[in-house]
């Protein structure tokens, strides 16, 4: 299948690694976010979950690359999608997007739904249940050394919730690896999540308070959630301003919800602060080794990573960084 851009825009197959998608439907989730549907019928696309001929089935949150066509020239931009492996398979993948955050990012918040972009076959960003960028490169001792009694998520911004998304699949028979029998839940440890985000950009809130809930049998995703919302740090025109009211009032609706809910904890704070991080990594370091992610900038990234091992003594070794 062929790209569609203008002349100006039209771009080349990269290479063998990346498969066409139409651009189906844009959902904005803030002022300033939005989900990115597509979908494709292009064979080369590939899957995150490859099985089949003797393959041993690898559980891993994964992430596709987009390439862009900016005015200086072509770039490309890791995502996490948070939808399953199983979308994927079926020609479906959702995005979920800043605009602002790169210049991919605003590049394709330009695009027209009907537009034909590049993403790049699934690739392995995260072993689980051991949450290490690549589990193969321990030795059995050190796998073993990896094994966690609970896991501590700490997300900053768009990027850090496609992250949680991936992580809490594992947690669920219904979106893990594996089909029939094979559907068996690697990650067992107990997930709790403090996601520092701006009052700007808060979304996705019901998708957040479902995680919390348990449903029938099924026992809630998240154990615990801490939402630290802090005030937009600059004023910026809304992204999508003819649903901006729209999205805005799902947002707090959703934040009304959370409120409600046994183990979460809605805070508004200018930043993460140490203290927050020792008083969420107490109860987990209780109950035994703990793997901790963090996902975000690289600043909030190497501010969370200075605070977990000198305030809270983390052992650097259980933490691993994700930028998001």
Known sequence: MCCAYHAAQKQAKPSEEFACWTLAKITPVSRHSALFHFTSTDSNRGTPYTRGRGRT???KTWHTTLR?????????????????????????????????????????????????????KPKRMLSVPALVPDVSQYSIQKQQSLEHKAVLLVLGGTGGIPVAEQ???HTDPSTCFGTGVDRTVPLLSPVHVVYACDHD????TRTLARWCVADGATPARLQRLVLAISAPQQHRAAAFPQQDEE???????????????DGVSVLQAESLTSELLQA????????????????GGASFNMAV??????????????ITILEA
């Open 280 to 295: 969420e990594m107490a109860p987990l370091l209780a109950l035994g080794r703990c793997r901790v992610v963090v996902a």
């Open 68 to 120: 862009a066509a900016t005015a200086e020239g072509e770039v490309e931009q890791d995502y996490t999608p948070i939808s399953t492996w199983m979308e994927w398979d079926n020609g479906e993948c959702n995005i979920l997007i800043n605009v602002h955050s790169s210049e991919a990012a605003a590049w394709l918040h330009t695009q027209p739904v009907g537009s034909d972009v590049w993403l790049c």
């Open 57 to 59: 089935m690898w559980h």
């Open 305 to 318: 990573a200075e605070m977990l091992e000198v305030r809270c003594q983390v052992n650097p070794d259980a």
């Open 167 to 169: 992580v809490l699949q």
């Open 201 to 204: 950009d808060v979304f996705l």
């Open 247 to 261: 999205a805005t009032e799902a947002s707090q609706l959703g934040l009304k919800e959370l409120e409600t809910l």
